[in-house]
């Protein structure tokens, strides 16, 4: 497996479990590849979720370079 499929399936893992941590609370939740690294947007109305999905990022991948690029903004 390439490093570009192998960063795809780890957007696909930290995607899915950013979903299940927070319950889908996060809107438009996107986890994407950027140079070698995953950044992951959305936008929530608390800090708490955005938190949520650093912890369920994490836990998802051990060693891969992260960005959480979450907005956390009132409807």
Known sequence: MDDQ?????HAH???QAIRQMTGGLIRGLQV????NSLVVTGTTDRYYHKQLATRAAMQAVND???????????R
């Open 13 to 15: 893992r930290v995607e």
């Open 32 to 35: 994407s590849s950027h140079n």
């Open 64 to 74: 891969q370079t992260l960005k959480n690029d979450i907005v956390v903004s009132s």
């Open 5 to 9: 499929a192998c960063l795809q399936e």
